[in-house]
C-alpha cells in the first residue's frame, strides 16, 4: 500500500507540472495578444490621424502630389490594420486565454490540495486514487476546450517558470503577505 501512495504521489506531481506549465503558457499567450492589440491599436490610431491631416492639407493644398500620396498610403495602412484586428480578434484571445489559465490556476491548487492530502496521511488509497482521476477528468476537459498557444509564449512561459521561478516564494515573501498570527513555521494544530 505505501508503493501505492508514492506511486500516486509522484503521478500527481507530474500532473501538478503539466497543469503548473500550462496556466503560465496561458497567461503569458493572453499577454502576448494583448501587447500586439495594444502596439496595432495605437499604430491605426496613429496613422488616421495622419490621413486626416493629409485630408485637411489636400483641401488647402490641392496641387501637391505628395500629400495626396502619402494620404493614400496612411489611408491603406488604416485599411489593412482594421483588416487586421477584426479578422484575427486579439481582444477575444486574450480573454478566451486568461479565462483557460483562470480554470487552470483552480486545478492547480487542488493537486495541491491533493498532494498535501496524500502527504497527512490521513486518506486511504481508494478515496486518494478517485480524487486523482476527477482532477484528470477536469484537466483533460480543460485541455480540449483551450484556444491554441504560440512556440513564443511556451518559450516564454518556460523562462518565466524556470529561470525567473515565477511561481516560487520564500519563507520571507510568504509572511510579508500573510497576517503576523499566520506567518513562518506556527504550531500545526491537529484532531485529538
Same mark, same amino acid.
Given at each position: ?143 480540449? @476546450? ?28 510568504? @509572511? ?17
Amino acid at each position: 500500500m505505501k508503493n501505492d501512495i508514492k506511486m500516486l504521489q509522484n503521478v500527481v506531481r507530474h500532473s501538478f507540472t503539466a497543469v503548473a506549465e500550462t496556466h503560465k503558457i496561458h497567461e503569458v499567450q493572453a499577454d502576448i495578444y494583448i501587447a500586439r492589440y495594444t502596439v496595432l491599436e495605437w499604430i491605426r490610431i496613429i496613422v488616421a490621424g495622419a490621413t486626416s491631416a493629409g485630408l485637411i492639407a489636400i483641401l488647402f493644398e490641392k496641387d501637391e502630389f505628395w500629400i495626396k500620396l502619402i494620404t493614400a498610403i496612411a489611408s491603406f495602412i488604416t485599411a489593412i490594420i482594421t483588416g487586421v484586428m477584426q479578422s484575427f480578434d486579439l481582444k477575444d484571445g486574450e480573454s478566451s486565454q486568461k479565462a483557460t489559465a483562470r480554470k487552470l490556476l483552480r486545478l492547480r491548487d487542488e493537486y495541491i490540495t491533493l498532494l498535501m492530502e496524500i502527504r497527512n496521511g490521513r486518506r486511504d488509497y481508494e478515496s486518494l486514487l478517485e480524487q486523482y482521476k476527477s482532477l484528470e477528468k477536469q484537466k483533460h476537459e480543460i485541455y480540449e @476546450d483551450a484556444p491554441r498557444t504560440t512556440d513564443k509564449a511556451s518559450r516564454k512561459a518556460m523562462k518565466k517558470l524556470h529561470v525567473n521561478l515565477d511561481n516560487q516564494f520564500s519563507e520571507e515573501e510568504t @509572511d510579508i503577505l500573510l497576517p503576523e498570527y499566520l506567518r513562518g513555521e506556527g504550531e500545526v494544530v491537529t484532531k485529538q
